[in-house]
């Protein structure tokens, strides 16, 4: 069956950094554009960041444009996000979801992990 199992999440001050990781399995993940995906605390889900499935083409929300950067690793079934200066405000559960094709409209997506918390403390 699918899974995807996110990591690397935890509690951090601003400017600090955390490394996310999801690894998939029960679906042939180098055929799937990969996507991060956030909910912060009452709010709604809110796109990331997506990579291709040749992990060549990343996209990313404007507010971590220079602090966020997407990767894979087919071979590893493995998506990463490494995540730099962090503020405050990028407090959220982080999942991943794989997608047919590329959109930041994550109601789109065909499968999901179920989360990893990301903190954000001043």
């Known amino acids: 069956q699918v899974e995807i199992v996110e990591s690397g999440g935890g509690e951090v001050h601003s400017g600090e950094s955390l490394k996310l990781s999801c690894v998939a399995s029960?679906?042939?993940?180098?055929?799937?554009?990969m996507s991060w995906v956030r909910q912060g605390p009452g709010k709604g889900l809110e796109w990331v960041s997506s990579?291709?499935?040749?992990?060549?083409?990343?996209w990313y929300v404007d507010s971590v444009k220079g602090r966020f950067t997407i990767s894979r690793d087919n071979a590893k079934n493995t998506l990463y996000l490494q995540m730099n200066s962090l503020k405050p405000e990028d407090t959220a559960m982080y999942y991943c979801?794989?997608?047919?094709?590329?959109?930041?409209?994550?109601?789109?997506?065909?499968?999901w992990g179920q989360g990893t918390q990301v903190t954000v403390s001043s």
């Open positions: 979801a794989a997608a047919w094709a590329y959109s930041p409209c994550p109601v789109t997506y065909t499968f």
């Open positions: 029960g679906f042939e993940f180098s055929g799937f554009d």
């Open positions: 990579i291709d499935r040749a992990g060549r083409r990343p």
